[in-house]
């Protein structure tokens, strides 16, 4: 990180709150990824530091100052980075942050815990043991060390990670603690939970061996999500009922055989559709034939899903589960339901959306946007993932399906979708059509940011390129901001952001 001050901080809130006052683009831009209130309107001094410390890690205005006072500025925007660095994987700048300044988690205990600092945790509750279950943060540090995805890094500190966990565990830890992933929430994330999003299963082993919960409400949905399926049987064989977790219909996203035959061996309905709200989100999965559907499962899931009992009448948000096969072109679902004599007319939105998933144009028919099933007035975001979808996108733009809206549950937009997924060729199209580009999602993300966390977090697949999709969106004209720059957790797509600065410094802001 460059030099920087408390001063040169307040400076740049300043010219920000001149930038605000005077509707610069820059200053607005700035603003909606950092918005310092619910609205816009009588905004103070305050906000505008607010909005700086958010830029550079922190919670707020008055922890940088403490931080900064403490610690020193730059040391204390790195502290902040490292520790987001381990909590998101970008284990390449924690490597290079601990490389350039290798004391860098002195006296941090929190930090010692997400390294497997043995020794240093060994020392630290020696002299004060109440460390164990003090919060540091948000998270105590069994949250820390659960969280850390620094055992990817250092595969060979596995011993000395598992080590410091016994210490945490015989000075007090809870190995079911957990926080609330907003402020103020009552659903916990556990320690568990962490553990599985983090892929260390040696930490997942150890906490179910010592007393884990199994049914915290999130593992065994988010254990099918890792590729493999070792922590889904360490958490059935240690008792995870599926009831109520939606695990199966999230193992169809991946048309994982395996897991969805576990699952349905350990009790698991694929019937059953939890609609409620977990953490506050509502579900990201709808029922079983449904959700084959969608995802384009194959015709051995679909005959899987028949056999454990899965309603092929059984209607969801105005669909039967043949409408929807044929309106999102999963032949294997539809070509399953024909043949066991479940075909059932479609409607004329269906009639035509299901020539769109063919390719085919429908001239002189247009769609009223109302009159689209809800449950599939998503669909273009749900498939810009891959230019295979192209010709369908088209034809469904072509009959008016809105090509900007955002999606209910996160507000991300098609061309967010498709930039996420790392799709250049469907958010091209996208571009083409002028999308609002200064459009900010539910989580806060702007079409460059969201094109950087997938670009870490999206499932790969032939032809994702999200550098291609960064290049778009930046010659479209969107702001280049510098946290940006420093945050990015990929080596290639870091130095393409640096080359693009350079090259272009008056888009950086």
Avoid at 117 to 129: G, I, K, Q
Avoid at 200 to 218: F, I, K, Q, T
Avoid at 312 to 335: E, F, I, K, L
Avoid at 342 to 352: D, K, V
Wanted: glycine share 8%; charged share 20%.
């Amino acid at each position: 990180m460059s030099e920087i001050s408390l001063d040169s901080l307040r400076f740049d809130a300043k010219r920000l709150q001149r930038g605000f006052e005077s509707g610069a683009p820059w200053a607005l831009e700035r603003l909606r990824v950092y918005p310092p209130r619910a609205t816009l309107s009588g905004m103070k001094r305050a906000d505008f530091l607010h909005v700086v410390a958010r830029e550079n890690g922190f919670e707020s205005w008055p922890r940088l100052k403490l931080a900064a006072e403490t610690q020193g500025l730059d040391r204390a925007a790195s502290v902040q980075r490292l520790k987001v660095a381990l909590f998101q994987g970008q284990t390449r700048v924690a490597a290079q942050l601990l490389e350039d300044t290798p004391d860098l988690a002195d006296g941090l205990f929190g930090l010692q815990c997400a390294l497997y600092l043995r020794e240093a945790v060994a020392a630290a509750l020696a002299e004060n043991p109440a460390l164990a279950v003090a919060r540091h943060g948000p998270r105590s540090p069994i949250l820390h060390l659960a969280f850390s995805r620094w055992i990817h890094e250092r595969p060979g500190l596995e011993a000395d990670m598992l080590a410091v966990a016994e210490l945490l565990l015989a000075h007090g830890a809870d190995v079911n603690d957990g926080y609330p992933h907003r402020e103020g929430e009552a659903h916990l994330l556990s320690a568990l939970y962490g553990a599985i999003a983090a892929d260390n299963m040696p930490m997942v082993r150890w906490l179910l061996e010592h007393g884990a919960d199994p049914d915290d409400g999130e593992s065994l949905y988010h254990a099918t999500e890792l590729g493999h399926h070792e922590g889904l049987r360490m958490l059935l064989a240690h008792g995870a009922d599926p009831a109520g977790t939606n695990a199966l219909l999230r193992a169809l996203d991946f048309n994982d055989h395996a897991a969805v035959e576990m699952l349905i061996a350990h009790g698991a309905r694929v019937d059953e559709f939890n609609a409620e709200e977990v953490g506050g989100e509502a579900p990201w999965v709808i029922p079983a034939l449904f959700q084959a559907a969608r995802r384009g499962c194959d015709r051995r899931m679909v005959e899987l899903l028949l056999e454990a009992g899965a309603d092929p009448r059984g209607q969801w948000q105005w669909m039967t589960p043949y409408a929807y096969a044929r309106v999102y072109g999963s032949r294997a679902v539809a070509d399953a339901m024909e043949a066991r004599g479940f075909a059932t007319p479609l409607s004329r939105e269906e009639a035509l959306l299901a020539r769109a998933a063919e390719g085919l144009e429908s001239p002189g028919e247009y769609l009223d946007p109302a009159a689209i099933p809800p449950a599939c007035r998503d669909i273009l975001r749900e498939i810009a993932d891959s230019a295979a979808h192209l010709p369908q996108i088209r034809a469904l733009v072509a009959l008016g399906v809105p090509y900007d809206a955002p999606g209910p549950q996160d507000g991300v937009t098609p061309v967010q979708s498709a930039g996420w997924a790392g799709s250049p060729e469907v958010m091209g199209y996208f571009l083409s059509l002028r999308p609002d580009l200064s459009h900010i999602n539910g989580h806060g993300g702007t079409l460059l940011s969201t094109i950087l966390h997938g670009s870490e977090n999206a499932p790969r697949r032939d032809g994702c390129d999200h550098i291609a999709c960064l290049e778009l969106a930046l010659r479209a004209g969107v702001a280049l901001p510098r946290a940006v720059l420093r945050g990015a957790g990929r080596a290639d797509v870091a130095a393409f952001l640096r080359d693009w600065a350079e090259a272009h410094p008056g888009q950086v802001v």
